[in-house]
């Protein structure tokens, strides 16, 4: 069964600072990894996803994850935060033999001026 | 490209009464799904179909919760009795072939 720890439950960075999300998780599987963005009261949107290709992904809004296998882990990061990044963001697994998503509990980001 | 759409809104009921939420998925996208997200935490999911079928109801707590797909597309989640632990945000989330999801934008249920 797949599982998935996010570290971190808030993080707080100052505008143009780098941002580090941290995320590992447990599959049986080939895992596919994917980060959304959860803006207050609005709809999870997709940042970005890792499905076996290149480890180091690129998504939206200048944000990255790459994919460490032997680390069972996949970091979300940017290298300078903007006030619009403020926002809770969740790591997602899917193991490619149980199609199952399942979500991390969440790091609320915190941007300072 | 018209994205998922989720009715109501924003729903209060009192316990043990009845309530429904209904989705409309992303045209064409096989697989839709339901995820309870309680305040504070990640989306869980309740429900997952593949066309009309149900592929994982695992999480589903049967006893209250029925979910339906009509014809492939739309798709209704009820609750009955509702407690107050489904006091929740309930997502509904469509994809093409199980792989990238799009969410809606979600409704809000408080029970008092």
């Known amino acids: 069964a797949q599982s998935v720890t996010q570290l971190d439950s808030h993080v707080s960075v100052s505008e143009g600072t780098p941002v580090l999300l941290r995320c590992n998780y447990s599959?049986?599987?080939?895992?596919?990894l994917f980060w959304y963005v959860q803006h207050p009261n609005k709809g999870l949107q997709l940042l970005l996803k890792y499905t076996s290709a290149a480890t180091l992904v690129k998504g939206i809004n200048g944000f990255e994850a790459e994919f460490k296998k032997s680390e069972t882990s996949f970091h979300l990061t940017k290298p300078s935060a903007h006030m619009s990044d403020a926002a809770e963001y969740f790591c997602v697994v899917r193991d490619n033999y149980g199609q199952n998503f399942v979500f991390g509990p969440g790091t609320r980001l915190s941007v300072l001026p | 490209e018209a994205g998922v759409a989720q009715s109501p809104r924003y729903k209060i009921i009192e316990k043990r009464q009845s309530v429904a939420f209904w989705c409309n998925p992303i045209s064409g996208h096989a697989t839709l799904y339901w995820y309870q997200q309680i305040l504070g935490q990640g989306p869980k999911l309740l429900i997952q179909f593949q066309n009309n079928g149900v592929v994982d109801d695992s999480q589903l707590p049967k006893d209250r919760f029925s979910a339906e797909r009509l014809k492939g597309v739309d798709s209704t989640l009820k609750i009955q009795p509702a407690k107050l632990e489904d006091s929740a945000v309930y997502l509904c989330?469509?994809?093409?072939?199980?792989?990238?999801?799009?969410f809606g934008p979600g409704t809000r249920l408080t029970v008092t």
């Open positions: 989330a469509s994809s093409l072939e199980s792989y990238e999801q799009y």
């Open positions: 599959s049986s599987y080939s895992p596919s």
